[in-house]
């Protein structure tokens, strides 16, 4: 296949905020070095034409866990988060993992993805009796095969054993280490605990030790729901982001906190303060009776917030409206959070959380990662309204080719590298396979 060194577009969206008619862009080694109108791009070996198109920069997952694609068609019980996973995720689910079931719900997770315009996700894998030292490499390999970027970690906690838990955090270190001999953080590791009732505060402050040490990002799971709240109140006597400021686990300024749809305004005030980040999920918050996060208040707290998806697979589209629509419904204003900030959080905003500053822009200097989606729009459009009209009315139907550091991965909803139809038989064997026997079906 020709090498792409540059494209032409219709309306060209270089940020949630910016966007230009008949503009295109040159790349070079996979990154965009120069902003020009289309007519210098004309006739030019190896440019795309896409003057009948809309290009915009693609879109950060910053929470998705890829095996629980695998709890397709489950129905989960209808309890809060900790009965939750005591319960259905960890024995059901997570305790059953095999290297072939997240290879193949990797596989599944990067189609998914790649057809939804997403092209970098942060996973967690939680699979503490599947083989250790060849998980996060096993979903490493799909990953780098699809093209895509991402970060990756094993969720290391003490529920099954403090040694379980020891391992699994070396785990992640030995993927930190290894993926940054590649020279690039295309695919990168993390370490990643759990949350305040799945560990004990020496491992929390291990494992935050471990990642100041590596200058590395630390992540966690946090007040998904009142629950965790509650039981931090009662076992320390302070909410759940006091007592990681209690312990020092904030410092550092690289602490990533998933989930937080529950959150006392003194916790988002420290938050905000030490540099957190947060992925907020508000389908899966809604779907997990989780609540919905105070994103605006988030926002107001100068914290760095991502979108997610909790789930390898869906619409990240109607995600990204969802965000929208329930902070709007939540703080009684259509001002509450705008289309705008949606799409922002969906792109930039969510890679720089989770430490790319060459992600999820179209300017000079970033990463040539990019959709180029249908051009028609019953409206007249501006660069006033193209953003919002990409935020309210496109959807995956309409993305017509995916790009990852210049290269071509998905093309009319099909990767490029991976064999979908093999894939999707696979998972749904798999999936066959996996409930077998097991209540949770109907
Ligand atoms: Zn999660």
């Excluded at 709890?71 to 939750?84: Q, R, V």
């Excluded at 040694?163 to 990168?188: A, H, P």
């Excluded at 505060?201 to 040490?213: E, I, S, V, Y």
């Excluded at 705008?340 to 720089?352: D, M, N, P, S, V």
Aim: hydrophobic share 35%.
């Amino acid at each position: 296949m020709e090498k792409m060194t540059g494209i032409m577009a219709g309306w060209l969206i270089m940020s949630a905020t910016e966007a230009k008619k008949d503009y295109g862009f040159v790349v070079e080694n996979g990154k965009i070095v120069e902003i020009v109108p289309n007519e210098k791009l004309l006739g030019k070996e190896g440019v795309i034409d896409a003057r009948d198109s809309i290009v915009c920069p693609t879109f950060t997952n910053t929470h998705t866990h890829f095996y629980e694609t695998l709890a397709h068609g489950a129905t989960e019980p209808n309890l809060s988060l900790k009965p939750l996973l005591e319960d259905f995720w960890w024995p059901v689910v997570e305790n059953r993992q095999t290297l072939e079931t997240i290879r193949i719900s990797t596989e599944y997770s990067a189609l998914e993805s790649m057809t939804s315009g997403v092209t970098l996700c942060n996973d967690i894998l939680e699979a503490p009796f599947a083989e250790r030292g060849k998980r996060l490499l096993t979903e490493e390999a799909v990953i780098r095969k699809a093209g895509m970027k991402a970060v990756l970690s094993l969720e290391s906690n003490e529920r099954i054993s403090t040694e379980n838990g020891y391992e699994n955090l070396e785990e992640n270190k030995n993927f930190i280490l290894k993926m940054r001999e590649t020279g690039n953080s295309d695919i990168r590791g993390t370490i990643c605990t759990h949350t305040t009732f799945s560990c004990s505060t020496p491992f929390l402050m291990k494992a935050a030790g471990m990642a100041r040490d590596m200058d590395e990002y630390i992540q966690i799971h946090m007040n998904e729901g009142p629950d965790e709240d509650k039981c931090c109140v009662d076992k320390y006597g302070m909410t759940t982001a006091e007592l990681y400021k209690k312990i020092g686990f904030w410092e550092g300024g690289k602490a990533w906190a998933n989930q937080c749809s529950c959150m006392e305004p003194v916790e988002l005030n420290i938050m905000g303060q030490m540099g957190v980040g947060i992925s907020t999920q508000p389908r899966s918050n809604a779907l997990c009776n989780a609540g919905i996060a105070p994103v605006a208040d988030m926002l107001k707290n100068g914290i760095k917030v991502g979108l997610g998806t909790d789930n390898g697979e869906g619409n990240f589209y109607e995600n990204m409206r969802y965000l929208v629509l329930m902070q709007m419904g939540k703080n009684y204003s259509k001002h509450a959070l705008t289309p705008l900030q949606g799409f922002q959080i969906a792109t930039e905003g969510g890679a720089f959380g989770l430490g790319y500053t060459d992600v999820g822009c179209l300017k000079e200097g970033y990463s040539a990662d990019f959709q180029i989606l249908t051009g028609n729009a019953a409206i007249q459009l501006t660069e006033k309204n193209v953003v919002a009209e990409v935020f309210w009315r496109k959807d995956p139907k309409d993305i017509k080719k995916v790009y990852v550091n210049g290269n071509l991965i998905c093309q009319d909803g099909h990767s490029v590298n991976l064999d979908d139809e093999r894939i999707r038989k696979d998972f749904s064997e798999c999936v066959r396979e996996f409930w077998k026997g097991q209540p949770y079906q109907d």
